[in-house]
């Protein structure tokens, strides 16, 4: 499905295998990473994730969505561009669902968001105490209490599209290239069913996250596998990956830049840890 899929259980075995990736397509930059909190999610948008209703197809009620969005964004945010396709990419970046799929240039960005959004499952101990013959002497149990122990319930994976070979460069598109409509066929898209695009109005979370998008060929495309190397954190080293990663500075305040990071992180550091991951 995917090129390959490599496994890791540390940071150092993490940036191991981007290197050896990057090796590989000869090239020490032009690679793009996602992070996903869930190994089993394809690469699919939140668009096309998008559940059926009965209030229309899913074209009609994105076009829809994206019309009031773009008419009132205004007195919300005041945008440079005026391209539907930067507009576009700040509904994205806002949550409502769109055809464009998040990516950075950075591995650590992408490492650090596949992680930063799981949650640890505290169960009874005396009654799970079997699940602990899963972690090794270098594993971390995020949540240990007296009774209670805290799982992560799957693995996390962050994807890789590295160069063609021979450093062949995937197609990327300025913003005024693109279809006046944003919802219609993206020709550049065609050959690989994909294209990358950083928007024009760059806010600084982008900047700070290193971001850009790839767009399918069609609205409901997803991002062909076949394109992308797997990196997988298994579940049980998800809480050492994480403290190697904060450790060297990659939390909320790197990857947000703003107040709300900063705090995040010293709730994080400050006020319980993991145990303010819990699920239930």
Not at 77 to 83: A, D, V
Not at 216 to 231: L, M, N, T
């Given at each position: 499905?995917?090129?390959?899929t490599?496994?890791?259980?540390?940071?150092t075995?993490?940036i191991?295998?981007?290197?050896?990736?990057n090796?590989?397509?000869?090239?020490?930059h032009?690679?793009?990473?996602?992070?996903q909190?869930?190994?089993?999610?394809?690469?699919?948008?939140?668009?096309?994730?998008?559940?059926?209703?009965r209030?229309g197809?899913?074209?009609?009620?994105?076009t829809?969505?994206f019309?009031?969005?773009?008419a009132?964004?205004?007195?919300?945010?005041?945008l440079?561009?005026?391209n539907?396709?930067?507009?576009l990419a700040?509904?994205?970046?806002?949550?409502?669902?769109?055809r464009?799929?998040?990516?950075?240039?950075?591995?650590?960005?992408?490492?650090?968001f596949?992680?930063?959004?799981?949650?640890?499952?505290?169960?009874?101990?005396?009654?799970n105490?079997?699940?602990i013959?899963?972690?090794?002497?270098?594993?971390?149990?995020p949540?240990?209490?007296?009774d209670?122990?805290?799982?992560?319930?799957?693995?996390?994976?962050?994807?890789?599209?590295t160069?063609?070979?021979?450093?062949g460069?995937?197609?990327?598109?300025e913003?005024?290239?693109?279809?006046e409509?944003?919802?219609s066929?993206v020709?550049?898209?065609r050959?690989d069913?994909?294209c990358?695009y950083t928007?024009?109005y760059?806010?600084?979370?982008?900047?700070?996250q290193?971001?850009?998008f790839?767009?399918?060929?069609?609205v409901?495309d997803?991002?062909?596998?076949?394109?992308?190397?797997?990196?997988i954190?298994r579940?049980?080293s998800?809480a050492?990956v994480?403290s190697?990663?904060?450790l060297?500075?990659?939390g909320s305040?790197?990857?947000?830049?703003?107040?709300?990071?900063?705090c995040?992180?010293?709730?994080?550091?400050?006020?319980g840890g993991?145990a303010?991951?819990?699920?239930?």
């Amino acid at each position: 499905m995917y090129k390959t899929t490599i496994v890791v259980s540390s940071l150092t075995e993490y940036i191991d295998a981007v290197k050896k990736l990057n090796k590989e397509s000869s090239t020490v930059h032009g690679a793009v990473y996602r992070g996903q909190g869930n190994a089993s999610w394809g690469l699919t948008t939140s668009l096309a994730r998008s559940p059926k209703t009965r209030s229309g197809d899913l074209i009609s009620r994105a076009t829809k969505a994206f019309r009031k969005f773009n008419a009132e964004r205004h007195a919300y945010h005041q945008l440079s561009s005026h391209n539907d396709w930067d507009a576009l990419a700040l509904a994205q970046h806002y949550g409502m669902p769109t055809r464009l799929l998040d990516w950075s240039l950075s591995p650590l960005v992408a490492l650090f968001f596949a992680l930063d959004g799981l949650r640890y499952k505290r169960i009874p101990l005396i009654e799970n105490a079997s699940l602990i013959a899963g972690y090794n002497e270098n594993d971390t149990i995020p949540v240990d209490t007296d009774d209670r122990l805290g799982i992560v319930e799957n693995d996390a994976a962050v994807y890789v599209v590295t160069p063609r070979g021979q450093g062949g460069e995937h197609i990327w598109v300025e913003t005024k290239a693109l279809p006046e409509d944003v919802f219609s066929s993206v020709p550049e898209a065609r050959e690989d069913g994909f294209c990358f695009y950083t928007p024009n109005y760059m806010n600084e979370r982008l900047r700070s996250q290193s971001g850009l998008f790839s767009i399918g060929y069609e609205v409901e495309d997803s991002f062909p596998a076949s394109e992308a190397h797997q990196i997988i954190i298994r579940k049980q080293s998800v809480a050492t990956v994480f403290s190697e990663l904060l450790l060297m500075n990659v939390g909320s305040k790197l990857v947000y830049g703003d107040l709300e990071g900063l705090c995040k992180d010293l709730t994080f550091t400050n006020f319980g840890g993991f145990a303010t991951r819990n699920s239930n």
